[in-house]
């Protein structure tokens, strides 16, 4: 298993995990509360389609990794 692989799936377990103990643990049920878990799960949404992004560049040769 190459390396962008197992970065993509630790980044996908990790966001799994994290909303999993979101919705097992509510918090506090405020607002700011509510938008750090949404944050939080839209980082991590974020880094994991970045890093498709690196990969399917450097595969086609846009960029070299």
Known sequence: M???T???NAL???Q???ALEA???PGDKSAFDFGAR???ISGLEKAINLLM???DD???GDIDL
């Open 6 to 8: 197992r970065l993509l």
């Open 23 to 25: 919705l097992k643990t």
């Open 53 to 55: 992004t690196i990969v």
């Open 12 to 14: 996908k377990a990790e």
């Open 58 to 60: 450097a595969k086609n």
């Open 38 to 40: 949404v944050g939080t």
């Open 2 to 4: 190459n390396i962008e």
């Open 16 to 18: 799994a995990r994290y």
